[in-house]
């Protein structure tokens, strides 16, 4: 049997009303996972902004990357992206986070660079690609640009990788019929919505 290994929390923000009944569900969920004859080892996450923002470190940078050029994570690093791709988005994820009022630990940023070294990886993003699902773009590279644009924070490296990924979302959108282009469109598709919108 499997056992799932996985941290819960609330993540906070101005939607909930009432934080403590949020918290008791959070509590409940906690001992109905923990239930299982499997014993599931789960952890309570008191801080999921800043887990988010560790996160995004590596799939901001990683995920992206191997989505965007179709090479796991060990291929990406022998064709050199490290230095010239994977670690200038790395240090933009840092400054948004620190503008966001969130320190992110110095020796994450190699850890996450290296951490895939030599296992061939494939990445959950790489992954909805080669199978022609559409990809996390928002969340993964719109969210952190939202908060930068909001922040003042200049994040030029994300902007380009945000912007070459929404190419490949369209071009899934346009396999799977959800945008439809050419003579035979009839109207005129319009653009997905990106990161700017709102502001």
């Given at each position: 049997?499997?056992?799932?290994s996985?941290?819960?929390?609330l993540?906070?923000?101005?939607?909930v009303?009432?934080?403590?009944?949020?918290?008791?569900?959070?509590?409940?969920?906690?001992?109905?996972y923990?239930?299982s004859k499997?014993?599931?080892?789960?952890?309570?996450?008191t801080?999921?902004?800043?887990?988010?923002?560790k996160?995004?470190v590596?799939?901001?940078a990683?995920?992206t990357?191997?989505?965007?050029v179709?090479?796991?994570?060990?291929?990406?690093?022998?064709?050199?992206?490290?230095?010239?791709?994977?670690?200038?988005i790395?240090?933009?994820?840092?400054?948004?986070?620190?503008?966001d009022?969130?320190?992110?630990?110095?020796e994450?940023e190699q850890?996450?660079l290296?951490?895939?070294?030599?296992?061939f990886?494939?990445?959950?993003m790489?992954v909805?690609?080669?199978?022609?699902?559409?990809i996390e773009?928002e969340?993964?590279?719109?969210n952190?640009?939202?908060?930068?644009?909001?922040?003042?924070?200049d994040?030029?490296h994300?902007?380009?990788?945000?912007?070459l990924?929404k190419?490949?979302?369209?071009r899934?959108?346009?396999k799977?019929g959800?945008i439809?282009?050419?003579?035979d469109?009839?109207e005129k598709?319009?653009?997905?919505?990106?990161?700017?919108?709102?502001f």
């Amino acid at each position: 049997m499997t056992i799932d290994s996985v941290q819960f929390g609330l993540f906070e923000n101005n939607t909930v009303k009432d934080k403590q009944a949020a918290e008791d569900r959070l509590q409940q969920w906690l001992k109905l996972y923990t239930l299982s004859k499997d014993k599931n080892a789960v952890t309570l996450d008191t801080n999921v902004r800043l887990t988010r923002w560790k996160k995004l470190v590596y799939n901001s940078a990683v995920n992206t990357t191997t989505a965007l050029v179709d090479l796991d994570c060990t291929r990406c690093a022998l064709a050199g992206y490290k230095e010239n791709i994977a670690r200038p988005i790395m240090k933009e994820i840092y400054k948004v986070a620190d503008a966001d009022g969130y320190i992110l630990p110095p020796e994450l940023e190699q850890k996450m660079l290296d951490i895939s070294d030599g296992l061939f990886y494939t990445p959950s993003m790489l992954v909805d690609v080669r199978l022609g699902r559409m990809i996390e773009l928002e969340t993964i590279v719109g969210n952190p640009l939202r908060i930068a644009k909001s922040l003042k924070v200049d994040t030029p490296h994300l902007e380009m990788m945000y912007g070459l990924l929404k190419l490949v979302q369209f071009r899934i959108q346009e396999k799977m019929g959800i945008i439809t282009v050419g003579k035979d469109a009839g109207e005129k598709a319009a653009p997905p919505e990106d990161y700017g919108s709102g502001f």
